[in-house]
């Protein structure tokens, strides 16, 4: 049953481009796949019938397992079955007349521009590394950057002349993303008064964010970056690194912003990703009409 799966990841890796962790997820959906196909007693792919797929998403539902995740594990099975077909190592594609499960619509939690202000207010400008978490924080809500692209930034990336940001994002697209007269002034702060002072105990490489061990941050790190400043500024809200980035996108077309020029600065593939955030703007528009028309 497993045959084929190391030319199926090696497809991934090198014809897709997809990253390690999208390939390692699609490894794991598809061995709790295979595995139970064999505790069906399956002994070849071509035996699996559009019976067996239905039967191993309404066991993936049974077990509670999220809608997104469900939905990822069916487009990693999808994704299998036609590599197999259209590489003739089997005679149908099993999942290819099967819907996807369809997701919730699921709005992003996003902060107002007052909390934002307050989050960043709160940081205290005497303490340790606060020339950097006031940076880190003004470029993750200025720019909308994934919390990976900024723990990857490098200091070649950096276009002061420009307020611009050389971004290599997923797939190993770059870029280029305008970064605002704050975050910039926030950003060459950091980099003149206090990054040397973190990159003299070892090679950084030149990433621009550096932990007090002169390492690069971790996903982790800017989540509990994030944390601090918000539990200082009195924020209750749930929220992550990605909340910053919800937010960027909201903000802009709620001030007029154009959608495609939204999605090219946040490296979306797929104009209907960034769509959603037309659904927060019309909830915004909502709030306003329910606010100030005189008939509420």
Avoid at 17 to 29: C, G, H, Q, W
Avoid at 174 to 195: C, F, Q, S, T, W
């Amino acid at each position: 049953m497993e045959t084929h799966l190391h030319d199926y990841f090696t497809m991934l890796r090198v014809e897709r481009n997809l990253s390690l962790n999208t390939i390692d997820a699609y490894r794991r959906d598809l061995k709790n796949y295979i595995s139970y196909l064999e505790n069906r007693r399956l002994k070849s792919m071509n035996g699996i019938k559009q019976k067996h797929i239905r039967g191993f998403i309404r066991a993936l539902a049974d077990a509670h397992l999220s809608p997104a995740s469900i939905s990822r594990v069916f487009s990693s099975i999808r994704t299998y079955h036609s590599f197999l077909n259209a590489e003739h190592f089997v005679d149908t594609n099993p999942s290819q007349l099967l819907e996807a499960p369809k997701l919730p619509r699921k709005l992003p939690e996003v902060l107002t521009v007052q909390e934002i202000d307050d989050i960043l207010a709160a940081v205290d400008e005497s303490a340790k590394l606060a020339k950097r978490d006031l940076a880190l924080l003004e470029i993750l809500y200025s720019t909308g950057l994934r919390v990976s692209e900024v723990c990857n930034l490098n200091l070649t990336g950096v276009v002061f002349d420009y307020e611009m940001l050389r971004v290599t994002g997923k797939g190993d697209k770059e870029r280029l993303v305008p970064m605002g007269r704050r975050a910039m002034e926030r950003l060459n702060d950091y980099i003149r008064n206090e990054r040397p002072g973190l990159s003299r105990k070892r090679e950084t490489k030149g990433i621009v964010f550096l932990s007090r061990n002169s390492r690069s941050l971790t996903r982790m790190t800017v989540y509990n970056i994030l944390k601090k400043w918000c539990q200082a500024a009195g924020i209750t809200k749930k929220i992550s690194p990605h909340t910053l980035r919800h937010s960027f996108a909201t903000h802009l077309l709620e001030g007029g912003a154009d959608l495609r020029a939204v999605q090219e600065m946040l490296g979306h593939a797929d104009i209907s990703t960034t769509q959603i955030y037309t659904h927060l703007d019309k909830e915004h528009l909502k709030e306003v009409h329910r606010t100030f028309h005189p008939r509420w």
